[in-house]
């Protein structure tokens, strides 16, 4: 198979792709710096910074518009546009290449217009740029700021097919994109509205009741010091000598912070000395909460049915609970819970949560009824929002797959 045609294709199309410069496809120019006073906010003349290349594009112009007495440049529906600038890590990895329509467009935004008479589309031609950042990296000059040129753009050399294959290509993604931006919304919503009940559903400070709860539920709630109600302890030490290449997983705060998602960094100890841990000291039951104590702080897993050990100093464990755990782990997951926890953390430069501090912070709890209902409300809302977060990330990873599979 030639190396000028991608892994996968639509039906009917077999001959090889042709390798070509940008600059023979595209002039380069830029846009235009206006200054500030020429922003209004009150217009139906949308513009785009350089900056917003760089994430939601398509939500950030609805915020920010030019005055409609400027000459600023206009896009047009198949420009190919590039970010001149860069602030971010590694300069142009985050960079994207999009296409606009009648969008006022900043001056440290670089335009590529099509040639009179090439067939090109601008959509297939995004996600190809995208999908091969790596050729940008090159062309970037600079160290806090980076910046790229067009005229350096306009060398590097990318594929172009027939027409009708490039529409293929770009419905396709465009397609693909509109679904993730969809779930990406429907994610969004949830976490919104999660918060939301979070604020909503638990007394804030000073009050008995809070302001939504179930129907059947009258009575004040009581407050009570977490440790009068829970056992708060952490791991034995494990020792670098300890670790092994495989075995029992050991967490730290990374793996408690993404659910007990594991990485490309995974530790793990021996099951004898896990045994020798557990026959001594105990280890972690199913229904425990682990809570991040350093870094980033207040991070909470409710402990499920696998073996693991973790980290002392890392993470400190909330267990033999007098209370609903569902109950408790959303009490900590936002709102007033939250607020103190965090408030109870230790340390100037930097902060740390301890157990002497968490045992004395004040919690809130209805009857065990109530509770319960509480927690497995806010359990249900948590795993519908964990499935759209999975779907998403399939998506992602979809996309990810046939970017390289239907590009040169």
Do not use: C
């Not at 023979?24 to 350089?50: E, V």
């Not at 009179?116 to 160290?143: A, W």
């Not at 009940?197 to 009581?222: H, S, T």
């Not at 998403?392 to 046939?402: A, H, V």
Request: proline share 3%; aromatic share 12%.
């Amino acid at each position: 198979m030639s190396n000028k045609v991608p892994q996968i294709r639509f039906n009917g199309y077999s001959d090889a792709w042709e390798e070509r410069k940008l600059g023979t496809i595209y002039d380069f120019g830029k846009g235009k710096g206006l200054p500030l006073d020429s922003f209004i906010y009150s217009s139906k003349n949308p513009a785009i910074a350089y900056g917003h290349l760089y994430t939601k594009y398509s939500e950030v112009i609805s915020e920010v518009f030019w005055s409609s007495n400027d000459n600023g440049v206009l896009s047009k529906d198949n420009d190919l546009l590039f970010p001149g600038s860069s602030t971010v890590p590694n300069g142009t990895a985050q960079a994207n290449a999009i296409t606009l329509n009648n969008v006022k467009l900043g001056g440290d935004i670089i335009i590529g217009r099509p040639k009179e008479g090439v067939g090109v589309l601008s959509t297939f031609m995004s996600y190809q740029v995208n999908s091969q950042r790596q050729k940008l990296f090159p062309i970037t000059v600079g160290t806090t700021i980076t910046h790229m040129y067009g005229k350096d753009i306009s060398k590097l050399n990318f594929f172009m097919t027939d027409y009708s294959e490039q529409e293929k290509i770009g419905s396709f993604f465009k397609q693909l994109d509109d679904t993730i931006a969809l779930h990406q919304r429907k994610l969004d919503l949830l976490k919104e509205q999660k918060k939301g009940y979070l604020q909503k559903m638990f007394p804030k400070n000073g009050a008995k009741v809070p302001e939504l709860r179930f129907a059947g539920f009258a009575d004040d709630w009581e407050e009570r010091k977490l440790g009068e109600v829970a056992t708060l302890s952490s791991s034995k030490r494990i020792h670098l000598s300890d670790y092994v290449t495989e075995g029992i997983p050991f967490y730290r705060g990374s793996e408690i912070s993404t659910g007990g998602i594991t990485g490309n960094q995974e530790l793990f100890i021996s099951k004898e000395k896990f045994d020798e841990i557990k026959e001594k000291y105990g280890v972690p039951s199913e229904g425990d909460l682990l809570v991040t104590a350093v870094g980033t702080l207040g991070n909470l897993w409710k402990v499920d049915s696998r073996r693991f050990y973790y980290k002392d100093g890392n993470l400190i464990q909330i267990s033999k609970m007098q209370v609903n755990s569902d109950y408790l782990l959303t009490y900590f997951t936002g709102g007033i819970g939250k607020k103190r926890l965090l408030d109870s953390a230790a340390g100037s430069n930097q902060k740390a949560l301890t157990m002497v501090k968490m045992r004395e912070i004040t919690v809130d709890f209805p009857s065990e009824d109530e509770q319960q209902k509480i927690g497995s409300f806010f359990k249900q809302l948590d795993d519908t929002i964990a499935l759209h977060q999975r779907k998403l990330d399939l998506l992602k990873e979809q996309k990810k797959g046939y970017l390289q599979k239907m590009f040169v």
